[in-house]
T-cell receptor
Framework: QKEVEQNSGPLSVPEGAIASLNCTYS??????FFWYRQYSGKSPELIMS????GDKEDGRFTAQLNKASQYVSLLIRDSQPSDSATYLC????????????FGGGTRLMVKP | EAGVAQSPRYKIIEKRQSVAFWCNPI?????LYWYQQILGQGPKLLIQ????????DSQLPKDRFSAERLKGVDSTLKIQPAKLEDSAVYLC????????????FGDGTRLSIL
């Protein structure tokens, strides 16, 4: 069974700090990786996608992918209270089913 | 660009009743997904459509859940009869071509079973 694992948190960081969110996955055949942000009571919102090993930066967000170690991470620089949300890691398996599998999410709290 | 539209936003029913949800994807998106998100968990895929054909429904409880996308645009998801464990948010998402393309979510329908 394909699994995506995240620490449920909460991860608490002070305003202005770097928040580091981690995700591991079980299937080496995984090809595409996504980070979604979900505010309480709202739907998931795509913030980053990454397809190859290394780092991908977009504003204050950096996604890091290491396929050999089967983990993907999201760094949020200069964290703001508005970043407080649950961050969902999603992994696309390009095998039978072509299914996007989500982790349980990590709740991030940024304290002023 | 209009996003994914879903209705209703909230629904409260008693167990053993039936309920239906509606979704209109982003214009031009061929692929439509229905997810179930239980409180504190990530979304779980129930069914995926490519145009009006089913691509994957392996996690759909077919004894009580059904879904259709007859004209390849709007979709409905039905539960009949509902059970207490069906209490969740039902999310609809769409993507341009499926596969590993990013999925965009609607606001969801929050279902409570009494």
């Amino acid at each position: 069974q394909k699994e995506v694992e995240q620490n449920s948190g909460p991860l608490s960081v002070p305003e202005g700090a770097i928040a580091s969110l981690n995700c591991t996955y079980s299937d080496r055949g995984s090809q595409s990786f996504f980070w979604y942000r979900q505010y309480s009571g709202k739907s998931p919102e795509l913030i980053m996608s990454i397809y190859s090993n290394g780092d991908k930066e977009d504003g204050r967000f950096t996604a890091q992918l290491n396929k050999a170690s089967q983990y993907v991470s999201l760094l949020i620089r200069d964290s703001q209270p508005s970043d407080s949300a649950t961050y969902l890691c999603a992994v696309f398996y390009n095998n039978a089913g072509n299914m996007l599998t989500f982790g349980g999410g990590t709740r991030l709290m940024v304290k002023p | 660009e209009a996003g994914v539209a879903q209705s209703p936003r909230y629904k409260i029913i008693e167990k053993r009743q039936s309920v239906a949800f509606w979704c209109n994807p982003i214009s031009g998106h061929a692929t439509l997904y229905w997810y179930q998100q239980i409180l504190g968990q990530g979304p779980k895929l129930l069914i995926q459509f490519q145009n009006n054909g089913v691509v994957d429904d392996s996690q759909l409880p077919k004894d009580r859940f059904s879904a259709e996308r007859l004209k390849g645009v709007d979709s409905t998801l039905k539960i009949q009869p509902a059970k207490l464990e069906d209490s969740a948010v039902y999310l609809c998402a769409s993507s341009s071509t499926g596969g590993n393309q990013p999925q965009h979510f609607g606001d969801g329908t929050r279902l409570s079973i009494l």
